[in-house]
C-alpha cells in the first residue's frame, strides 16, 4: 500500500504564477553570448541580424519569458557607452571575472533589445553600482527609454534606434555583497536607495527596481535592505546555487553515484527553506507582499568540464540537472505569492544550461525538456494541492520522494507536474481529484532514462528526452499514477 497521497483541490485557487518564474539569465561569460547566441552577420552559422537562428527557434519554443543581462558579476564592471554605436569602433575590455579574455563589445545594448524582440519575452538589464556612476546608470535608462528630444535619445537615434524601448525590469547592482563592489549591507542600502532615485521613468515606461538581495541565507541582508530600502524597491534578488560538493570541489556533471545524486536533490530543496525564511522578514515589512523576490540566479554549479578554461563555467546537463529544475520550479510556481521572478543561471553553454552549441552544432538538454513541459504553467492559476509523499532514504538521511505543483491554464486545463527523487524505485502516487466536475481526458509526459548520469551529446542528441507516459489509471477518486523511478512527469486533464 502506497503512503503517498495527492489531493488536488480545482476549485481552490491561489493566485497567478507569473510567466517571469520561467526566466533565464545569459551573461557576457565564457560561450553564453558569443557563440551560444551571438555569432555576428558575417557568420556561417545561419543568424539573423548576426543571433544565431537555432538558438531563438529553440528558445521560443519554450516561451521564455524574460531574460537577464549583461550579468552577473560582468554587471558591476560594464560601461554600457562602450557597447554603442558602429561595432567595429566599440572599446575593447578585459573581462577580468571571466578568464580574463578580451571583449569587443559587439553585443551591445541594440544587439541585447534585438534579441529580446526577436524571442518577443522582456528584457531584464541588470545596471552597474559597483564600478559606474549614477549619471551612467541614468543615462542608460534615458538612452533605453526615453521618447522625446534628449542628448541620450538622440545619440539612439544616431545609432539606428529612433523610438524608445520599453524596459520594465531594471536591477541596480548584483551581487554587491561579493563581486559587485564587496558592500556591507547597511551601505548598499543608501546606495540603492541613492542610484534608483535617477532610474526614472520616462513617458508611458514604468520601471519595475530589483534591489541586489542576499546571498542565500544571509538573512541579516534581507533585514536591512528592507528596513532601510523596501519602500524604493519593487522587487529584490536572492542567489543560491545548487552545488554538491565544497565550492573548492564541487563535483563532477556527469561523473557522480547515488551518494551525490541524493545530496544533489537534497541542497536543492533547501530552496524552499529559503525562500520561506526570506518571505518571513519581508512579511514583516510588506505584509502585502507587494515586494517580489526575484531568484534571479539559480541552478547547479560543478567543476568545469575537463579541459575547458575554468572561467568559462561550462558544464554537462544530466537527467540529475532535470530533476533539480524540475524541484526548483515546483518550489517557485508553490510561493507564487512572493516569487515574481525567477532566472536559471545560464540559458546557454554556462552552468546548468539548456543548450549546449559546438560550432554549428546545437543540442537540447534535460534541463531544456524541463522548461518545455513546464511551460504550461506560464500565467496559470495556482491551484491548491496537498501532498503527503513517502521517503526518500539514503543512509541514515530522509528525503520525501515527491514534489508536486498544479495550475489550471486559460482553457480550464489542469496541469500537474511531479518529481520522483528516488534514483532506485517507482512511486504509486494515488491522486484525489476535488472540484473537478468530470474527467474528459488525460495526457502524460515524462522524462527518464536508464542511468541518472544520463546526458546529450552533440553524437547522441536524443539520449534523455520527454515522451508520451500513460502509466496512469482514472478510479472513482481520481487517478493512480505510477511514476518511474527518477523521473519528471507532467500530466494534464481536461474537465
Ligand atoms: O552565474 C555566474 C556568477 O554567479 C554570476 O556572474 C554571479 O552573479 C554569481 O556569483
Redesign the pocket.
Given at each position: 500500500m502506497s503512503k503517498n497521497r495527492l489531493i488536488l483541490n480545482a476549485d481552490i485557487e491561489r493566485g497567478k504564477i507569473s510567466k517571469h518564474i520561467y526566466g533565464h539569465?545569459s551573461?557576457h561569460?565564457g560561450r553564453c553570448i558569443y557563440e551560444g547566441i551571438w555569432v555576428g552577420e558575417d557568420s556561417p552559422i545561419p543568424n539573423i541580424n548576426g543571433i544565431r537562428k537555432d538558438v531563438l527557434e529553440a528558445l521560443k519554443r519554450i516561451q521564455i519569458p524574460v531574460l537577464r543581462w549583461p550579468?552577473?558579476?560582468?554587471?558591476d564592471e560594464y560601461h554600457w557607452k562602450d557597447g554603442v554605436g558602429p561595432r567595429d569602433q566599440r572599446k575593447m575590455m578585459v573581462n577580468t571575472?571571466?578568464g580574463g579574455v578580451t571583449e569587443n563589445n559587439h553585443f551591445g545594448t541594440h544587439e541585447f533589445m534585438m534579441l529580446c524582440e526577436l524571442l518577443e519575452c522582456e528584457p531584464y538589464i541588470c545596471g552597474n553600482v559597483g564600478s559606474g556612476t549614477v549619471q551612467e546608470m541614468s543615462e542608460w535608462v534615458e538612452y533605453m527609454t526615453f521618447d522625446g528630444d534628449s542628448p541620450m535619445s538622440r545619440w539612439r537615434a544616431e545609432n539606428g534606434r529612433k523610438e524608445p524601448w520599453k524596459l520594465k525590469y531594471f536591477g541596480v547592482g548584483?551581487?554587491n555583497w561579493?563581486?559587485?563592489g564587496n558592500m556591507r549591507a547597511e551601505y548598499y542600502a543608501d546606495e540603492y536607495r541613492r542610484y534608483q532615485t535617477y532610474v526614472r521613468n520616462y513617458g508611458s515606461n514604468r520601471i519595475y527596481r530589483i534591489a541586489c538581495g542576499p546571498?542565500v541565507d544571509d538573512y541579516h541582508w534581507m533585514e536591512v535592505m528592507m528596513r532601510q530600502a523596501g519602500n524604493f524597491m519593487d522587487g529584490i534578488s536572492l542567489?543560491y546555487?545548487t552545488v554538491p560538493g565544497e565550492w573548492s570541489n564541487k563535483g563532477s556533471a556527469t561523473q557522480f553515484d547515488e551518494q551525490e545524486w541524493f545530496t544533489t536533490l537534497k541542497k536543492t530543496l533547501f530552496m524552499d527553506t529559503l525562500i520561506r525564511n526570506h518571505s518571513a522578514i519581508m512579511d514583516r515589512y510588506d505584509p502585502e507582499k507587494r515586494v517580489g523576490l526575484i531568484v534571479d540566479?539559480w541552478?547547479t554549479?560543478y567543476d568545469v568540464e575537463p579541459g575547458t578554461n575554468p572561467g568559462f563555467?561550462y558544464q554537462q546537463n544530466t537527467l540529475r540537472d532535470a530533476l533539480v529544475a524540475g524541484i526548483n520550479l515546483n518550489i517557485f510556481n508553490n510561493h507564487n505569492d512572493r516569487v515574481h521572478m525567477a532566472n536559471i543561471?545560464?540559458t546557454i553553454n554556462?552552468?546548468q544550461a539548456v543548450i549546449l552549441t559546438e560550432g554549428e552544432k546545437m543540442i537540447l538538454t534535460p534541463t531544456y525538456h524541463v522548461f518545455d513541459m513546464y511551460k504550461v504553467h506560464q500565467d496559470a492559476t495556482r491551484i491548491d494541492v496537498y501532498l503527503e509523499s513517502e521517503e526518500y532514504v539514503m543512509e541514515d538521511e530522509k528525503l520525501p520522494k515527491l514534489s508536486v505543483s498544479a495550475s489550471k491554464d486559460a482553457q480550464g486545463r489542469i496541469n500537474i507536474t511531479l518529481c520522483n527523487l528516488d534514483h532506485e524505485n517507482g512511486a504509486e502516487v494515488p491522486v484525489d481529484l476535488h472540484g473537478i466536475s468530470s474527467v474528459k481526458n488525460v495526457t502524460g509526459t515524462v522524462l527518464t532514462a536508464d542511468k541518472i548520469q544520463a546526458h546529450n551529446t552533440f553524437e547522441d542528441p536524443e539520449v534523455v528526452k520527454p515522451v508520451s507516459f500513460e502509466d496512469f489509471k482514472l478510479n472513482e477518486q481520481g487517478l493512480n499514477v505510477s511514476m518511474p523511478a527518477k523521473s519528471v512527469v507532467l500530466l494534464t486533464i481536461e474537465a
Open positions: 539569465f551573461e561569460l550579468g552577473g558579476c560582468f554587471a571575472h571571466w548584483n551581487e561579493g563581486c559587485g546571498n542567489h546555487y540566479e541552478g554549479w563555467l543561471a545560464q554556462v552552468l
